[in-house]
């Protein structure tokens, strides 16, 4: 009675805990979705506002802000109105608020023509909610069009319609959740979803344009989850009886069922196979399992280690020769099967040169920028190695000879990008040959990489910093 006692009260403070403990998660989640929501939000609005106060530095709009017509005025707006997505209307506006054009034209309201005649001070007054039209319920936002010299010469005015805002709370509520965002006077403007009471909160401000946002989720204690734990303790406890029923009832245990297993354990560490973990039920056995466990967990880590730097450049992160030669006979296979599978063989050009004028350090960096080109560049299908030097491969699947030179130009372009990082005139590029997998036609490992080496020869005889392709193999365009 006491054991079971003792059971109960635990099995209950494990549920108490449990589900104050599930409360805390949910509550985390609904934080975590709210913030998330919160920084859609605002990226989606600094979005908008990058591209008008772009729109306000426009050269053409400042010459045209200074000596242009209405009409021409117009017809900029409207030109720049239809080229924005989710954009009720956009409109050039004079310093006093006066709208250049005709406002109907433009889709600027009445309310929308009010507002801008009031004076403007500070930023959240650039933010003005709008729902008197159903249908056409839109936020404003303004920014000063000034010259060189800071004189101001107008202002470009655009409405976003509240359709982008409701599509941001869609896509980020959770099932069951609700997400609401309040305007400066707290009314809702857009929302998604509901929940009834009694409701778990966040409410997290948007000071950019003086809003909130505000995530709701129910408040469920207990529930399905809540029932689960009591039943999984009610059947542990039943667990427990009958186990220590049978220990009364079969007080000797073989105790060289222990010595066995710890015997099995380091037998299994001496021919380098995984180890169960042992588990034992005496105390004294308790500190040699512990001791067995750990060094086999150390063993193991230590190998998994060593086989992943056993196929891995060290260098560039890459995998190596020995890593490629493993993955080529399951290329050639693809190959076999009637699937386009292209081996390209790179080379820096002038790599030597890079070396001996500005050291093995700048050298080793180039070598890191081709490196991360080629990890941005290959789909989880292929495989990008290092052979030696500056000696790369890369197996490509499924692509045709249009597809490779694309592939090779953008190859080309995002490594030149990364070289102009350091500043120094590395004159240098990448030269590049290419061939087929033969695949039934009895291809190999060595032959493949012969034609490649002999097309890089070609790309560097005909002035490098370009790929050249061999036809042996060449199959038809891949589906």
């Known amino acids: ?16 805990f449990s589900l104050r403990a599930n409360n805390a998660a949910e509550m985390r989640l609904l934080e975590v979705a709210a913030a998330q929501t919160q920084t859609s939000v605002v990226r989606d609005w600094n979005d908008y506002q990058d591209v008008i106060d772009k729109l306000a530095r426009d050269p053409q709009l400042i010459d045209l802000l200074r000596a242009g017509s209405d009409e021409d005025r117009q017809q900029w707006a409207a030109s720049r109105q239809r080229l924005l997505p989710g954009v009720l209307g956009l ?21 929308c023509q009010r507002d801008l005649r009031q004076p403007q001070t500070g930023a959240l007054n650039r933010v003005r909610v709008h729902r008197d039209r159903p249908g056409f319920e839109h936020v404003d936002l303004l920014t000063d069009v000034r010259a060189v010299d800071g004189e101001l010469l ?36 857009v929302s998604s979803g509901t929940v009834h009471e009694p409701v778990r909160e966040v409410r997290l401000p948007v000071p950019a344009m003086g809003w909130t946002l505000v995530a709701q989720s129910p408040a469920r204690y207990g529930g399905f989850s809540g029932w689960l734990q009591i039943l999984a303790g009610i059947l542990t406890l039943a667990g ?20 066995a297993a710890a015997q099995d354990a380091l037998a299994c560490l001496t021919r380098d196979k995984t180890v169960p973990p042992i588990v034992t039920r005496y105390v004294e056995f308790a500190p040699v399992a512990a001791d067995i466990n750990r060094i086999a967990l150390h063993l193991q880590a230590q190998r998994e280690r060593l086989e992943h730097l056993s196929l891995t450049d060290p260098l560039t992160g890459l995998p190596n020769r020995r890593a490629f030669e493993v993955y080529f006979s399951q290329a050639l296979g693809m190959a076999d099967r009637q699937r386009a599978v292209a081996l390209v063989m790179i080379d820096v050009d002038y790599f030597k040169g890079v070396n001996d004028r500005f050291g093995h350090g700048v050298g080793d960096q180039v070598l890191l920028a081709l490196a991360q080109s080629l990890k941005a560049l290959t789909r989880r299908a292929d495989l990008a190695a290092r052979l030696a030097g500056d000696e ?5 699947t499924d692509l045709d000879s249009a597809g490779l030179n694309a592939w090779y130009q953008r190859l080309d372009d995002h490594f030149k990008a990364g070289l102009s990082a350091f500043g120094l005139d590395l004159q240098t590029g990448l030269s590049a040959g290419q061939t087929w997998l033969g695949g039934s036609a009895g291809d190999s490992m060595n032959g493949a990489l012969i034609r490649a080496d002999h097309a890089l020869y070609q790309a560097k005889a005909q002035g490098r910093d370009q790929l050249v392709q061999d036809d042996t193999f060449a199959p038809g365009a891949p589906e």
């Open 1 to 16: 009675m006491g054991v079971i006692g003792l059971f109960v009260g635990g099995m209950t403070l494990s549920v108490v």
């Open 91 to 111: 409109a050039l506006v004079s310093p006093e608020g006066d709208i250049y054009g005709n406002p109907e034209t433009l889709r600027i309201g009445p309310t």
């Open 154 to 189: 107008g202002k470009v005015f655009v409405s976003v319609r509240m359709g982008q805002l409701q599509r941001i709370l869609e896509e980020s509520t959770r099932a069951g959740d609700a997400i609401r965002l309040l305007d400066a006077a707290g009314q809702t403007m």
């Open 392 to 396: 790369f491969t890369v197996l490509l």
């Open 240 to 259: 427990v009886l009958v186990l220590l029923i049978a220990t009364v009832l079969r007080v000797r245990r073989p105790v060289m069922q222990e010595v």
